[in-house]
């Protein structure tokens, strides 16, 4: 059974950066690709960003593509997400995944383990 936990989130001024990490233990962090989503107040779950078991493939929605960046060190089980200029509408509660297979999606059937998830507010 792996464990997924997130942390990093808080409050930030619209234009400014957080870094969220995603430390997971009891399965081979190395061999699965994971992903990134977040759920605002009211609406659905939604892909943010996905990494290849290996760091070399990744994936964004487009809504933060050039902004966001997801990485990984395998040495320390644990993926990160670099958000920059930040916007009033990240906010929501992200949540790291693991896939089920070493290549990423986007698609949230394709995740079978997930963590608590962190707050992540960002003020105009």
């Known amino acids: 059974q792996v464990q997924l936990v997130e942390s990093g989130g808080g409050l930030v001024q619209a234009g400014g950066s957080l870094r969220l990490s995603c430390a997971a233990s009891g399965r081979t962090f190395s061999s699965y690709a994971m992903g990134w989503f977040r759920q605002a107040p009211g609406k659905e779950r939604e892909f943010v960003a996905a990494i290849s078991w290996n760091g070399g493939t990744t994936y964004y929605v487009d809504s933060v593509e050039g902004r966001f960046t997801i990485s990984r060190d395998n040495a320390k089980n644990t993926v990160y997400l670099q958000m920059n200029s930040l916007k009033p509408e990240d906010t929501a509660v992200y949540y790291c995944?693991?896939?089920?297979?070493?290549?990423?999606?986007?698609?949230?059937?394709?995740?079978?383990?997930w963590g608590q998830g962190t707050q992540v507010t960002v003020s105009s």
């Open positions: 995944a693991m896939d089920r297979t070493a290549w990423p999606h986007r698609g949230r059937v394709n995740y079978g383990s």
